[in-house]
């Protein structure tokens, strides 16, 4: 069975960083397309970064050059540095494993950039 668990989310001030982590079981994340997606309040929930089985990357334009996604050491974590937040950046982030047409989503962790 697929789990997965999100943390590192927290309060943060504007220009802040934060690095979450996305911790699985029952996967290896290197062998599928994994992401991490947001969803704010009153908004509909969109794709921030994903990681392909290739090793090759994609950022939503808000977030390049600010957000890196990357797989730590074991195979079953991946992780979400987040330099330079803007207030609009406050949302639940998630993980998600896409295993052929099967989605697994974490439970989700609160971001909230504020002064």
């Known amino acids: 069975q697929v789990q997965l668990v999100e943390s590192g989310g927290g309060l943060v001030q504007p220009g802040g960083s934060l690095r979450l982590s996305c911790a699985a079981s029952g996967v290896i994340f290197s062998n599928y397309f994994m992401s991490w997606h947001r969803q704010a309040p009153g908004k509909e929930r969109e794709l921030v970064a994903l990681?392909?089985?290739?090793?090759?990357?994609y950022y939503e334009d808000s977030v390049k050059g600010r957000f890196t996604i990357s797989r730590g050491s074991a195979k079953n974590t991946v992780y979400l540095q987040m330099n330079s937040l803007k207030a609009e950046d406050t949302a639940v982030y998630y993980c998600?494993?896409?295993?052929?047409?099967?989605?697994?989503w974490g439970q989700g962790t609160q971001v909230t950039v504020s002064s």
């Open positions: 990681f392909s089985t290739g090793g090759s990357t």
């Open positions: 998600k494993v896409r295993m052929g047409v099967q989605d697994y």
